[in-house]
């Protein structure tokens, strides 16, 4: 009985230093992911920190213009549905079919001819409608035709006071009959 008491009390033993290792094991295993957890947590504290004081724009001061956003790259706008008018011809029924994009490196300047454009397309039309056939055969008469219309355009913006202008009218589609 004594050994069997004695062979217990040894079990007993190994079983709590088996319990002491685990608990020793699972509590540097916590450890270890609560550490992940605080360095995941100062990165991303970090990366905040330098898009707020890096990358975020300035806020624009009270009673200060904000300057437009002027890219290297151009921005286009396609006024869609195309164009599809009669030409000014007294002896024949002659039409112009066009598809029209507007080019601008001002996004601004887009998002500005997108607010007025019925009436921007109403003075195109009225423009395309005047044209005489053999006014625009050549080449030239069609970069006159291109010329008119960015006039046209930027003349809506100004009558609106629109401190924003579009730099060219392309003509991606040109049918004349």
């Given at each position: 009985m004594a050994e069997s008491t004695t062979a217990n009390a040894e079990d007993l033993?190994?079983?709590?230093?088996?319990?002491g290792n685990e608990v020793q094991e699972t509590g540097k295993?916590?450890?270890?992911?609560?550490?992940?957890?605080?360095?995941?947590?100062?990165?991303?504290?970090?990366?905040?920190?330098?898009?707020?004081?890096?990358?975020?724009?300035?806020?624009?001061?009270?009673?200060?213009?904000?300057?437009p956003v002027v890219s290297s790259k151009p921005h286009y706008l396609e006024l869609d549905p195309g164009f599809v008018v009669n030409l000014d011809d007294p002896d024949l029924m002659r039409y112009l079919q066009l598809?029209?994009?507007?080019?601008?490196?001002?996004?601004?300047?887009?998002a500005e001819v997108e607010t007025y454009m019925p009436?921007?397309?109403?003075?195109?039309?009225?423009?395309?409608?005047?044209?005489?056939?053999?006014?625009?055969?050549?080449?030239?008469?069609?970069e006159n035709l291109q010329a008119a219309a960015r006039d046209e355009i930027n003349a809506v913006l100004k009558a609106h006071?629109?401190?924003?202008?579009?730099?060219?009218?392309?003509?991606?589609?040109?049918?004349?009959?």
């Open positions: 033993d190994v079983e709590a230093q088996a319990e295993g916590s450890r270890k992911w609560l550490w992940i957890f605080l360095l995941l947590i100062v990165f991303a504290g970090g990366g905040a920190a330098g898009w707020f004081f890096f990358l975020k724009p300035a806020p624009a001061v009270e009673g200060e213009i904000a300057e598809n029209v994009q507007i080019m601008a490196h001002d996004s601004q300047a887009l009436e921007i397309r109403n003075r195109l039309l009225l423009l395309f409608a005047q044209q005489k056939f053999a006014q625009l055969i050549p080449r030239s008469g069609k006071s629109v401190q924003t202008s579009i730099e060219a009218v392309l003509f991606t589609s040109f049918v004349m009959q």
